[in-house]
Nanobody, 121 residues
Framework: QVQLVESGGGSVQAGESLRLSCAAS????????MGWFRQAAGKEREYVSG????????DYSDSVKGRFTISRDNAKNTVYLQMNSLKPEDTADYYC??????????????WGQGTQVTVSS
């Protein structure tokens, strides 16, 4: 089992930045892809970003490309999501995930509890 604990959410104004962190514990994740999903109120959960086990490759949804940056520190079992130029439409609960398959668009093996991000205009 893997436990994922997100932090760094909060309320900001449009155009500001936030950095989310996700600390993993339990079973090792250093050889697994990790990433982020989000879910806005009344909407389906959507993929945001993924990063491979080494951090050498990253992927982003079109809605965040160019504004968000994912990174990881395997020594700390932590993945980050730097979110810049935030927009009100980025308001959502953000969830950290692990993919043991390494495929960002395959089944998720573990989910975090989520952290709330609110962006006001």
């Amino acid at each position: 089992q893997v436990q994922l604990v997100e932090s760094g959410g909060g309320s900001v104004q449009a155009g500001e930045s936030l950095r989310l962190s996700c600390a993993a514990s339990g079973r090792t994740v250093s050889s697994s892809a990790m990433g982020w999903f989000r879910q806005a109120a009344g909407k389906e959960r959507e993929y945001v970003s993924g990063i491979n086990w080494s951090g050498s490759s990253a992927d982003y949804s079109d809605s965040v490309k160019g504004r968000f940056t994912i990174s990881r520190d395997n020594a700390k079992n932590t993945v980050y999501l730097q979110m810049n130029s935030l927009k009100p439409e980025d308001t959502a609960d953000y969830y950290c995930v692990v993919w043991y398959s390494g495929s960002y668009h395959g089944p998720v093996d573990f989910w975090g509890q989520g952290t709330q991000v609110t962006v006001s205009s």
